[in-house]
């Protein structure tokens, strides 16, 4: 992205652009509480597993915030316990806005974990400690998806040309990007590249944040509708894909935005490598599957309306389901940054993790 | 669609409802000259490969009537070989509007064929004859159409729920639909079936033209996005494909709006039968394969922007590819007017050719 980034943090607010209104209009919303950040995440003004991760620590640290200030209100002396309790709740709240990454419960948990380590410390130092925490997790958030593109980047040779679905880039986390940040990569060292971005229905991730990150970095890029992904990759125009991820369960299945599960079929079909780009932080040991992956089901106005306009007949039914499961089996990858993981299996997955990623 | 048909011939005009602005508009564009026609086929004011047909068989009338009176106006007698001349002429450029569908130039051919066939007749009589055959070539295709609906509901059994893409339904054919058509008929021998509507970018026909008709026949159905239908696939949601058909190479690979070939992938990978329904005349056997059939590049602004709204960063490339091939062996039969091809391949379609499909 070059310039600043999409999640400002301002000590006692936090500024988010306004996805939603993207390319059209660069506009950012100020959230001075959790619920404010909550609402983003829910509304999508603020998209993309790490940068919901990112977003939700610096929610945790006005939730704190707001907590400490309500003893002040209240005239009553500050009570640790109480404190976490209100805490937990707020985190509770944070991570029910949306199911399926895991980024989200992982920082919510994170800036809790970090909270009962610093239980002792006075309310000013706690809300210090828990404020450099959610910088950290945006700050590492950046570094983890260097590494990715360090790693991804010897996947991608000259002269390739690369399909990438929905936005796994700078916008969708707290800088530089998961897949994007692979392609950014490739291209900075020199690489002739070449990106095909799905749209990406109904939220159009891939026509409006994609291109419009593309295009500020200079890399060539073209947007096709969903539907000619199969077509390009038939006809030779694609030499690998590459995905983001919302989480990864412990047999190596990737959960992602719809439309994913497509593209690893098709490109199993077409002899085209499969990657997925995945931050150790959204692999979760704990879900055995993909099958057991609770997928979003949003609204139906996505569908149904653009920007108000109505694309359908009234009283119209839809299904829109906003993520799919890609079993372990149709990836030929997974790049994280630790390294690569090759046929990811439930094996392959256990040592990975089993040596904490390294 | 029970009421009017969306192509109504009037004598001296052609009627054509502008399925640009369904289904928030029913209105109706008037054609007093093939070049109307031509121009209502390039910007998909009348789309769908048989809907085209027609529509071409009575700029063919509007051409011959608009020749004739050209020998009147200038005061020379009628010369049939400079009508027919002018009439080839005016078929060739109808021809060019979109070069994927058969059915456009078979439509022209066919009255051409006629033309010839009654060059000794007097300009009035030929007029006459030529109206009766556009008209013929109009009815027709209802009957096929039922044909194919026939043949196709012995595939769909109670309680299936069925994925379709684009629009092969009334608004696409005369009346009644090739695709759309097998729905209907399994739906009005009382079956209790689900259309699962691909919304199909980036035109949309599923969720404006699809979603329009069936909601209008009663037949319950949900809009998805195009990135959607292989989780329902995946999920066990979907019984069966059916698509309709712009073009059928002689090895039985079928040419289908862009996003098909993905769909009979997905369906291969899912184990769920995959079917396209044709009308014969949508069989070109002078194309031995799919990769010979020239695929439409549409305009930029199809992706770029909706009804005004731009949906990408300005200056953006695109592909922007129509159709896409589906090659006979993701095919589990095609449905025609005269019985169910099977596994269709080289061999079976030169034999049912030669029976003339009976």
Chains 1, 2 share one sequence.
């Not at 945006?138 to 983890?144: A, H, K, L, P, T």
């Not at 800088?175 to 990106?195: D, E, H, M, P, R």
Request: proline share 4%; with cysteine; net charge negative.
């Amino acid at each position: 992205m070059g310039g600043a980034s999409h999640i400002q943090w301002e000590g006692n607010l936090l500024k988010l652009l306004d996805q939603r209104f993207l390319p059209e209009k660069e506009d950012y919303l100020e959230c001075h509480t959790h619920l404010d950040v909550q609402h983003c995440i829910r509304d999508m003004i603020v998209r993309g597993a790490p940068a919901i991760g990112v977003a939700a620590g610096f929610a945790m640290v006005l939730a704190a915030r707001f907590i400490i200030q309500s003893f002040h209100g209240k005239n009553t002396a500050f009570s640790w316990l109480d404190f976490e309790t209100q805490l937990i709740e707020a985190g509770d709240s944070l991570k029910n806005t949306r199911p399926t990454a895991v980024n989200l419960s992982w920082a919510v948990d994170r800036m809790l974990i970090k909270s009962l380590a610093i239980k002792d410390k006075s309310p000013e130092r706690l809300l210090e400690e828990m404020e450099q925490e959610a910088k950290n997790i945006f700050d590492e958030d950046i570094e983890v998806n260097k590494k990715i593109g360090e790693w991804g980047s010897t996947l991608i040779h000259d002269n390739f040309t690369i399909l990438t679905h929905c936005n796994a880039g700078a916008l969708a986390t707290a800088g530089y990007g998961t897949a994007l940040g692979v392609i950014k990569s490739a291209f900075y060292q020199g690489k002739n590249i070449t990106v095909y971005a799905d749209e990406t229905r109904p939220f159009l991730q891939g026509s409006r944040l994609t291109a419009y990150e593309l295009q500020k970095e200079g890399i060539p890029v073209f947007v096709i509708v969903d539907g000619a992904a199969g077509y390009h990759l038939n006809k030779g125009d694609i030499n690998c894909i590459i995905v983001g991820a919302d989480r990864v369960a412990a047999n190596g299945d990737v959960a992602n935005k719809i439309g994913t599960y497509t593209l690893a079929v098709l490109a199993k079909e077409n002899n085209v490598p499969f990657y997925a780009a995945v931050p150790f932080s959204t692999i979760d040991m704990s879900i055995g599957c993909g099958k057991e992956i609770i997928v979003e089901e949003r609204d139906s106005q996505e569908i149904t309306h653009l920007k108000g306009i109505p694309l359908t007949p009234r009283g119209v039914k839809v299904k829109n389901p906003s993520f799919d499961i890609t079993p372990s089996n149709l990836i030929t990858a997974l790049i994280t940054e630790y390294g690569i993981i090759y046929n990811p299996n439930e094996k392959k997955m256990q040592q990975f993790v089993e040596k904490g990623g390294g």
